[in-house]
Every structure is written in C-alpha cells, then in structure tokens.
C-alpha cells in the first residue's frame, strides 16, 4: 500500500476526510480477521477511538471479524465506561486484555552492541524484544495500530513502533527501553524524531515484524479549547509515515516560551489522570520551561494513587521521587533487587523529579497530603489552589492572577513546552 498523508494546518480534518482516507487504505485487501491495537484511554486526545470505531464499522460491513487489543503498555486496563466514551458504540467484549508480564512471545534482542554504539556507551546490555503473542497469530491478515504522534519522555516522539514494543510489548523492552531513555536524558530526546529508543524500536520492526501485514495510523492533534483537533493523518506501512507525522507534530505540539516560566500551573483531566504514573507528564513536558528556582502546581482532582499497578505504586511509595542521582544510586546497589527487575519503574522515578531545580506542588482531594509528601513532592489542598488559579477561567499560556505571572497548561499529554533561549543554547533542534 502506498502512503496516505492528509493534513490541514488551518483548522483539522473532517470526519468526512478522515472516513475517506480510512477507506482508502482497506481497498484491495481481503480480509477475513483484523486485530485494531489503538492506545488506551491515557491517549484520549489522540481521536485514535474515534479511528477505531470507524475501521470496526467499516470491517463489519465486510464481514470481517475485528479484534481490539488496547496498547496499555502497564496501564490498568480500559473500564467499560472509558471503553465508551474513547471507541463509542463498539461491544466492550470486543476487548483483549494485554498483560505486559505474561501473555507475550520472545522474539529475540537487540544486540548488546548495536544498543552501546546508539547510546554512546550509555548502556551496555542487550534488549529482549517481546511482544504481546496475538500480533504473531497468522490468523490476522492486517494488524492496525492507530495512536498520536507527539513528544514523549521516553523515545522523543510517541507512537508507530513505541505502540507495539510497548504497548503490547514485554517487561524486557519495556524496562529496557525506559531505563535507557532516563539514563541517557530525557531533555537530550523529547521532540526529536531520531533518538536511542527510537533506533532499538527500528531495530526491532525491521529485524522481527517486517513480515506482520502492519498499518500505522498515526495523527497529530491539538487541543486548544478542550476538544482535540486532528490537523494530519499518516497512514503507511514502512516509517515514513512516522518521519512525516513527527515533523508536524514538531510544529503543532511544541511551544517555545520566550523566557523561563518562574510559575507553571498544570491542570490534570480526572477522567484522564488518576495516578502520578500519568500526572508526571506536568513534570516531563514542562522541565525544559521552568526556570531555576521556579515552581509547578499540579492540580490533580483525581489522583488517588501513585502507581499504575500494586507492585509499581509499592516501588514509588517505598523509593519516592528523589532525583536522577538518588535513583541510579539505588539502583546500583545490588540490595535493591526491585529496581532491578523493575527498571520501568525506576526510569518513571528518575522522572518524575525536577532533581532539585524547581519546586513540584501536588494539589490533590482525593489522596491525603501526607502521603504526597512521603513521596518527595509537595503538597496543596486542591480547593485552596483552586481558589487561586481557577481552570475553568485561566486561558493556555500567560495569565495575571492577582498581578501575579504565572503560565496555565490545560493538558500536558498533548505538548511540550521548551524556553527558547535555554533551547538555543543545546546542540541541535527540536527536529533532528
């Protein structure tokens, strides 16, 4: 199939366009059994639902039998109620269940080798490439993999093979991967297409999945008032897609602020963000915005929890969010055989802190603020703070409370936020 590129920079897609292009891809292909791996409901944003939903129709007015596998990665599954309002009307026992620690296949590893010289000698162990063992069942005759590309903390630009490997991929590549990205900075990677854990993830397609019948689906949207806008949509079934789509979300995902922002005010979605697990991205996708000495308030109405799952929150309550030092440190010491087995979560611990360089302020309802605080944060009354720095009235951007400057971000799974001159003074730009 040859690629499909749809973009409109003034405004977004129609629902009209989007139908189309979806059509487009299916002709000349017979089909009898389809599996769909879109992201889970922490991609909301991405209208990848709204891409499912119309392939699952479009596939069962042929006859074709559909399987849905959200990519949770190690995110709890989809509720029946987040199952509706992301993929509307399809049956909730379409559903598979990915299980990141069990129901998955060994394909092989990228070589210890080839992961040192991507890396600069950063990491010297192989990596197993693990997979969930459905996207190898020949019964599928297409595998679809919708999802947002946008910057992420882990790879630089979320999605194409990153859906797979790690959203329906194993505790190997998932640990791996993760631990590699925090090792070798997360500010040297968010919004470049070309990274590390981008390379090992290329490794993986074209060394073990170049012969699954693969379709990316990829969008890149904004969400200026709320509701998401999709200004483009790739479809291939090679990487160009992804080289296409990340150079647009470059454009539409990246704000460059003209100076540090001393006070950054996030607001987490409930519905969207229940954990710290999730709610970090207010630390991952400003830090390389806020001043030295400045401060980030999160308000969190739904936070209820730190981890994802049981074992991870353990580990986060237990080691806390202490900085990049503390962290490796603990690492390395061969007593704490839990970071060890467990480096994805290790890498989130790394993180989800500012290492000391701005202060974090949780302000939450629905945890207590002692347990905010065990865990390296500080913390707020979510009423109080909202008091002050009111969501439903601050604009995205600069405000003025009380003569007060502070910055307000709605959202921050959907960008990335970098003081330009800061910026400026690195090696490279946001699109190598």
Known sequence: MEDIFVVRQQGGLTDDELRAALEQSLQGRNLRRVLIIPPDFTRFHSQAGKITNLYYHLLKARDVLVDILPALGTHAPVTKEQWQLMYGDIPYECMMIHDWRRDVLRLGEVPAEYVKQVTEGLWQDPVDVEINRRIMDPAYDLIISPGQVVPHEVVGMANHAKNLFVGVGGNGMINSSHMIGAVYGMERMMGREQTPVRKIFD????????????????????????????????????????????????????????????????????????????????????RMAIADGGELIILAPGVTTFGEDAQCDALIRKYGYRGRENILKAFQDPENQDLRTNMGATAHLIHGSSDGRFSITYAVQNISQEEIRSVGFEAASYDAMCQKYDPSVLRP????????????????????????????????KAGE
């Open 203 to 286: 490794y993986g397609m074209e060394h073990f999945l170049k012969d699954r019948p693969i379709l990316f689906v990829l969008t890149v949207c904004t969400a200026p008032e709320g509701e998401s806008v999709l200004h483009g949509l790739f479809l291939g079934e090679g990487r160009s897609c992804l080289t296409a789509a990340a150079r647009l979300a470059q454009q539409k995902n990246i704000d460059f602020v003209p100076h540090s922002i001393q006070k950054c005010v996030v607001y987490l979605d409930p519905t969207e963000f229940h954990s710290t697990w999730l709610g970090n991205k207010s630390i991952y996708r400003t």
């Open 397 to 428: 951007g600069p405000n003025v409370v009380n003569g007060e400057e502070i910055y307000f971000i709605p959202n921050p799974a959907l960008g990335l936020w970098i003081d330009q001159t800061r910026f400026e003074k690195q090696t490279g």
